[in-house]
């Protein structure tokens, strides 16, 4: 069946710190794939999206592309700050024309000062 | 744009009574609203697929007539937890789409069952 891994958490990090969080997927067709962020007591927020082989989703400096030769989508970002503490969760869609989100099962972020 | 309200974002009710939980789509028609269900800690889980004017199509494991979903209009979906149990405090979040593959989240709501 359809799914996506990322890597356990939680992850730490110092303030200015490289991040990376990776995230793989399995899969039949060509999905779209996501990052969301989801910050204390909040619902998800959609950080960026790529919806074809080779598309680099970016936003608020967090980069990811979608590589299809490894079945890959690591979120990065090269310098954290605090205020990017929060979950981060990988999806996937669109398969077959589905709608249905398929989740990572999330990767807890802290940035110390 | 894309913004998806939920009411109430928190709610204590007491065992056996039952509580609604409203999901808007405020600025755009959704066609397709999904509920899922988010243990501390976890990833969500999906609940349910809602169609306005269809039946919820509920993921296996999940039970329908204690887990209410009425997709009444093109912007409103209502998910109602049936006489309540202490097991169904989590947190609730539902999301929408309209008609692309995009889905615009609520901000959940807290259960609590005492």
């Known amino acids: 069946g359809n799914s996506v891994t990322q890597m356990e958490g939680p992850v730490t990090l110092s303030e200015e710190a490289f991040l990376t969080i990776n995230c793989t997927y399995t899969a039949t067709g060509y999905p779209s794939l996501f990052w969301y962020v989801q910050y204390p007591g909040e619902g998800l927020q959609l950080l960026l999206k790529?919806?074809?082989?080779?598309d680099k989703g970016s936003n608020k400096g967090f980069e990811a592309t979608y590589r299809k030769e490894t079945t890959s989508f690591h979120l990065e970002k090269g310098s954290v700050q605090v205020s990017d503490s929060a979950v981060y969760f990988c999806?996937?869609?669109?398969?077959?024309?589905?709608?249905?989100?398929?989740f990572g099962q999330g990767t807890r972020l802290t940035i110390n000062p | 744009g894309a913004v998806v309200s939920q009411h109430p974002s928190r709610v204590i009710c007491k065992s056996g009574t039952s509580v609604k939980i409203e999901c808007r789509s405020l600025d755009f028609q959704a066609t397709t609203m999904f509920w899922y269900r988010q243990f501390p800690k976890q990833s969500l889980m999906l609940m349910a697929t809602s169609n306005e004017g269809s039946k919820a199509t509920y993921e296996q494991g999940v039970e329908k007539d204690k887990f209410l979903i009425n997709h009444a209009s093109l912007t409103l979906s209502t998910l109602t937890v049936t006489s309540a149990h202490p097991e169904d405090s989590s947190f609730y979040i539902c999301s929408a789409a309209g008609g692309t593959y995009e889905q615009y989240f609520g901000p959940g709501t807290r259960l609590t069952v005492t």
């Open positions: 790529a919806t074809k082989a080779d």
């Open positions: 999806a996937l869609t669109g398969i077959q024309g589905a709608q249905k989100l398929v």
